[in-house]
């Protein structure tokens, strides 16, 4: 979608001016029911404060309801997700729905211990590794298969997209059933496949999905924007708290990455929603070991002075992970827009087939992501030794293959992630800055064993342990979410509540500052700001930009405007049918142009409509805007929002003969600023205030108007403190992918040639 598109969006302020009325409203009858009941307690008494009460509590329901469906759904998934994952190696005999953990619980899943009821596929290796291949592509292709013809929306991570929606911009059928339903089957089978996805993201999409579904069914939320609003944060909190297990984590996370206006009540309720979830998924107990996420484990050990040095390479590292990825990801979703549009599905199986084809040779991409982190995270004096991962003997070679299992992922997630499938890059991410993380711990104890008595291990007791590499890939999977992410307080949470212990915080809070500056140093943002910026969705940012611009620089100039008297329906509507407009300002006359008012397309025409039903109407009546100077204006806006007020506007317009009085619907105050005034002022009113749009004027005199829009096709030269990384600029991935698609294009017409030679010559 680019930014020419027209698209809605809501307008907070007009909707805020309608919960007023309604509010204002329900005092007006209970006053009313007081005065008619002269203070006495009735029955009538009784029941309204009784419903009082009941809408008073319905938003902690709802959430309490939301929040107990997202962690029933995500336990479902987490089941379903282990044992599609298991089922491509092998089956157990003693159950084909039991994944390799059941199926060999009285081993306590050690694979070493020789379970006779796990069975491979095959005893040769060639064979395995086929049919390896082989359920890659199949669960890839119905996954694929499913979004492409059901439900669309359901591809992708969904987190950009839910900013928009929580800033107002809407988005038709991206929270509906059938996204829910596809989105919840496919995700387990993407996860499966093994391609280097996640469903963290895709997590925080179908949580919102739930809050949609089941406020929606609420008269208080399905038509107050901005009380949906909340309940949309809230589910985001408990989506991202399901997924790890995190939600004090999945709070902050909603505050610092997905709302832009965030309040107490929100937060609140935001804490509930994820507080109930994570108690449902604690209860379903998905993984039988009393945590909530599989990667979960618990440090106890300290730390050192020393080790800061190669916390800042951490550091280092994921600043460096993310600007790489979030570059390179966006020239390849490029040219995936450019040539791959139409074959969302042939794209996602041949990415999988490789994946598969590629990972199955390295041990730390041949298992699930969550569970690669579990053992990466360990410590190997607990049982925590992996195919050798903890024996001196074999360090260098698992060196080598984390090093190539960081260099491989890494590829394949740019390549993957914004695939026509539900994929997420919190989980691949960690995956990648643990393995890096697990290479860096296992070369400091290398050598600490090598120069024991060097000065810098001079703190290190022989008899205990003095680095582990566990810790360095925990920290190496905080830096990578969070350089790709940009997000920092956030990810210290979500580890803290992984952990369970305070003793890391100090390095996990360097390791992410570290992060923070080299990507705040080559300028990047986030991946799914970067993504919004892509897909052109009219989001204005949380940073301040400063822009060498008045807001003239921007406003259009051109509008349609309407006269608040001398015009006919006919003329009305002529105008509602040619201007692709959101709304009309309303002024005395051409010549003057002086400001009367605002009103909106969808009002103006849902006023005429109904005004035809109550009488016949000829083009030729005439409308007014402005009342008469005898009429006391009324501002209400209830034309919108409750249909007794409706009505008896209705019948007011339609009273007088000859003339149709429209001005009940008018936005008699709208927002108006100077055109000198300097554009960063009106980011500031469209990010706090959230009007839907926002008229000039200079002394009196309509002037233009500006809407988000119009600031975002401000030329980024114009913007002082404007990112370096851009994805329209052309880079040597997107060269590269240009000439093997050439490659491909060619070979295939050579081919084709070739069949059509040989079929020529045999007839």
């Known amino acids: 979608m680019s930014l020419d598109t027209e698209t809605k969006a809501i307008d907070w302020i007009e909707d805020s001016i309608l919960e007023r009325s309604r509010r204002l409203r329900e005092a007006k009858d209970v006053y009313a029911s007081r005065q008619r009941t002269n203070g006495r307690i009735t029955l009538s008494w009784l029941i309204s404060h009784v419903r009082k009460l009941l809408v008073a509590s ?70 395995r590794w086929f049919i390896y291949v082989l359920f890659a592509a199949a669960l890839s292709f119905v996954a694929a298969r499913l979004v ?29 059933f059938w996204t829910f339903l596809i989105k919840s089957l496919t995700l387990p089978l993407v996860i499966a496949s093994g391609l280097s996805v996640g469903k963290e993201g895709p997590s925080v999409h179908v949580a919102c999905a739930t809050g949609n579904l089941v406020a ?52 609140w309720r935001s804490f509930l929603c994820a507080l109930v979830a994570t108690v449902t998924l604690s209860a379903m107990n998905p993984f039988r070991t009393g945590k909530l996420v599989l990667f979960q484990v618990t440090y106890d050990r300290d730390w050192h002075f020393f080790e800061i040095m190669f916390f800042v390479v951490l550091g280092i590292f994921g600043g460096l992970y993310g600007a790489f990825v979030i570059k390179f990801n966006l020239q390849v979703a490029s040219f995936r827009r450019k040539h791959l549009g139409k074959h969302g599905v042939a794209e996602a199986v041949t990415l999988a087939t490789i994946t598969a084809m590629i990972g199955y040779f390295n041990r730390f991409l041949r298992i699930d992501m969550t569970e690669s982190m579990s053992i990466l995270f360990r410590e190997c004096e607990d049982g925590g030794d992996f195919e050798h991962l903890c024996q001196t003997s074999a360090q260098w070679r698992m060196v080598n293959s984390l090093l190539l299992a960081t260099f491989i992922r890494t590829l394949l997630v740019i390549v993957s992630y914004g695939c026509k499938v539900p994929a997420g890059i919190f989980v691949p991410s960690m995956a990648i800055g643990a393995t890096f993380g697990r290479m860096i711990g296992i070369i400091v104890k290398a050598l600490y064993r090598a120069y024991p008595t060097s000065g810098m291990f001079a703190v290190c007791q022989p008899d205990i342990p003095c680095i582990t590499p566990g810790t360095y890939a925990f920290l190496g999977a905080a830096a990578a979410l969070s350089g790709v992410m940009r997000i920092t307080v956030t990810v210290v949470v979500i580890m803290f509540e992984l952990t369970g212990a305070l003793t890391y915080i100090l390095p996990t809070m360097i390791v992410l500052l570290v992060t923070k500056a080299v990507g705040d140093l080559l300028g990047v943002r ?94 030729d009546i005439l409308c007014t805007f402005s009342p008469d100077p005898e009429e006391q204006p009324d501002a209400r806006w209830s034309a919108v929002g409750n249909e007794e007020d409706t009505e008896a506007n209705v019948l007011y317009a339609v009273a007088s003969p000859g003339i149709l009085k429209l001005w009940p619907w008018v936005n008699q ?6 055109s000198k005034l300097p554009l960063e002022v009106v980011m500031q009113l469209f990010k706090r205030m959230g009007p839907r749009v926002i008229l000039v ?44 698609w050439t490659w491909l294009a060619d070979m295939r017409s050579s081919v084709n040639a070739w069949y059509s030679r040989i079929s020529g010559r045999r007839r």
């Open 58 to 127: 319905q938003s902690w329901f709802v959430v309490s309801i939301v929040g107990a469906l997202i962690g029933i759904n995500a336990a479902v998934i987490s089941i379903i997700t282990e044992w599609l994952s298991d089922i491509k190696m092998g089956y157990c005999s003693d159950g084909w729905w039991l994944n390799q953990q059941f199926c060999c619980w009285e081993l306590d899943g050690d694979e070493d211990s020789g379970c006779d009821s796990w069975h491979l596929w095959s005893t040769v290796s060639l064979a």
């Open 697 to 740: 004027e200079d002394f009196g005199m309509l002037v233009g108007l500006t809407t988000v829009k119009d600031v975002l096709h401000l030329e980024p030269h114009e913007q002082l403190n404007s990112p370096i990384i851009a994805w329209s600029n052309r880079g040597a991935l997107d060269g590269a992918l240009e000439e093997l």
């Open 526 to 619: 986030g991946i799914a700001e970067e993504a919004i910026r892509f897909n052109g969705y009219p989001f204005l940012e949380k940073n301040d930009h400063v822009y060498d611009a008045p807001v003239s620089r921007v406003m259009r100039r051109d509008m349609y405007t309407l006269r608040a008297t001398g015009m006919t329906l006919g003329d009305v509507e002529n105008y509602l049918d040619a201007a692709k407009v959101n709304g009309f300002p309303i002024i005395v006359d051409d010549e003057s142009r002086t400001l009367v008012g605002y009103i909106g397309s969808q009002q103006l025409r849902r006023a005429i409509d109904q005004a035809k039903r109550i009488r016949d109407l000829t083009p």
């Open 669 to 674: 105050m709208p927002l108006t600023v100077s």
């Open 216 to 267: 929606g069914r609420f008269g208080r939320f399905s038509r107050s924007q901005s009380k949906m609003r909340d309940i949309l944060t809230a589910a985001s909190a408990a989506g991202v708290a399901v997924a790890f297990g995190s939600p004090i984590g999945g709070v902050l996370f909603s505050i610092e990455e997905m709302s832009q206006s965030f309040n107490t009540k929100t937060m």
């Open 148 to 176: 492409q013809s059901l439900a669309r929306y359901a591809a992708g991570s969904g987190i950009s997209e839910i900013k928009c929606i929580l800033s107002g911009f809407v988005m038709q059928g991206f929270l509906g």
